[in-house]
């Protein structure tokens, strides 16, 4: 389950708040995430410099890179692109690791929304062909070289968005990824959605593939209401967790967009002024920034949000690290709910089962209301095939459990908006 979590980040940022290395590091060390996803860059840039410094840190804190390769505008020069990211890792990564870039490389993936508009608005009109050669070029490349041919390879990613004419035009890419890639927002609602429709259009250009990452989605907690659909933080912290879990049900990885927010000075005097002044791009992170600047904004002044603290707890209740395994069949049963419940059952290696219950329901209403929804739980029963002592959690809420049990055969839990965890000792 932690594997099925990533987070983007930008420490090549050099005139953002990620270049705060030391600081950036130890958050994502607090947060628990084992995958960190981000482009590749090289050269000799003040941010190039800052990407080498803060990979072998995250290195040593067990915390492994999705690489993206390239940008589509670069497809001109696709081989040399991609030779001279190829070339960084072997050279200048491989000696750090003992021989095995696999220590630090998670996956590598292709271009980045290949559909959409390039930084000055501008939709390249052979796009498709160009984010074909650009991924034929990442795979032929990385899994020729037996350095890094073991490295799983994503597709590129495409926008929220996607059509079924777009995936058309991009076309069959199985021969040249092992991973589906997507990116999905779920307009400030329940992540439960969208995702199997989304699966069902890309399908056309991963039709075999057993892994999807997608690679961006999450939620903006902008105030800004011209802007698309933002939500409440608290909104934000019940629906990240959840979504962990719908993602994790579909075989997919779920990639958070992203873990900082941008320094935004806003001026609240009224919606209109607040409309001028902030900008919804800056508060898609998980930790915000209570400095106007970035020359301010140094890491004692960042703010977790409730979806930080939320995120974190979950990841340390499913942490169970060590090798893989294969989880023994258990026959516990849930009765009760409705159509909107969702369910999953885990198990660690010390042999102790989680019942994973959430429903597909919306908490929040979107700003300027941005006014949390009253759901009503739903009583839920549990039931063992032999006594065993059991806890509840509500990672949202806190990291204890809400309520314990000495061993029994069943027990009736209410779900609510929030993701419950029942633990079979």
């Not at 004419?165 to 199985?174: H, I, M, N, R």
């Not at 042999?351 to 994973?356: E, I, P, V």
Request: aromatic share 8%.
């Amino acid at each position: 389950m932690v594997q099925a979590y990533a987070i983007n980040t930008k420490s090549y940022y050099a005139s953002s708040v990620y270049r705060y290395t030391d600081g950036l590091v130890d958050l994502l060390d607090e947060l628990g995430v084992r995958t960190v996803r981000e482009r590749a860059v090289t050269g000799t840039s003040a941010g190039a410099h800052l990407q080498r410094s803060t990979m072998p840190l995250l290195l040593e804190r067990g915390i492994r890179w999705h690489a993206t390769v390239g940008e589509l505008s670069e497809w001109p020069d696709a081989t040399a692109v991609t030779s001279e990211v190829l070339s960084q890792f072997t050279d200048y990564y491989l000696p750090l690791l003992d021989g095995d870039l696999a220590a630090l490389l998670h996956s590598v993936g292709g271009c980045n929304e290949v559909e959409g508009p390039d930084a000055a608005g501008r939709v390249d009109p052979a796009w498709a062909e160009h984010a074909r050669l650009m991924q034929t070029e990442l795979w032929e490349q990385f899994t020729s070289d037996s350095r890094t041919q073991s490295i799983p390879v994503a597709g590129p990613s495409t926008r929220s968005d996607v059509s079924a004419e777009v995936a058309d035009e991009l076309g069959d890419l199985s021969d040249v990824s092992d991973w589906g890639n997507a990116h999905l927002y779920s307009a400030g609602g329940s992540p439960t959605r969208g995702i199997d429709g989304h699966r069902a259009i890309l399908r056309r250009c991963f039709p075999d593939v057993a892994t999807w990452f997608f690679t961006e989605t999450g939620f903006s907690n902008s105030p800004q209401t011209n802007a698309g659909q933002t939500v409440p933080e608290e909104a934000a912290a019940t629906y990240a967790i959840r979504g962990i879990c719908d993602f994790f049900i579909r075989g997919c990885i779920y990639g958070r967009f992203e873990l900082l927010d941008d320094p935004d000075p806003i001026d609240p005097t009224n919606q209109d002024t607040v409309n001028a002044t902030a900008d919804r791009q800056a508060h898609f992170g998980i930790v915000a920034m209570t400095a106007d600047s970035v020359a301010t904004a140094a890491p004692d002044t960042w703010r977790r949000k409730p979806e930080f603290y939320a995120t974190q707890r979950f990841l340390r209740l499913m942490s169970d690290p060590g090798p893989s395994w294969t989880p023994q069949s258990y026959d516990l049963q849930v009765t009760g709910g409705g159509p909107d419940l969702q369910h999953a059952l885990v198990q660690k290696q010390d042999g102790r089962h989680y019942q994973l219950l959430w429903r597909d329901v919306e908490v929040a209403t979107a700003f300027p209301e941005a006014r949390l929804l009253d759901v009503a739980t739903v009583p839920l029963t549990v039931e063992l095939p032999t006594p065993r002592p059991v806890a509840v959690y509500s990672p949202r809420d806190g990291a204890e459990p809400i309520r314990t049990y000495p061993p029994q055969d069943r027990v009736t839990v209410d779900v609510g908006a929030d993701l419950i965890v029942v633990e079979v000792g």
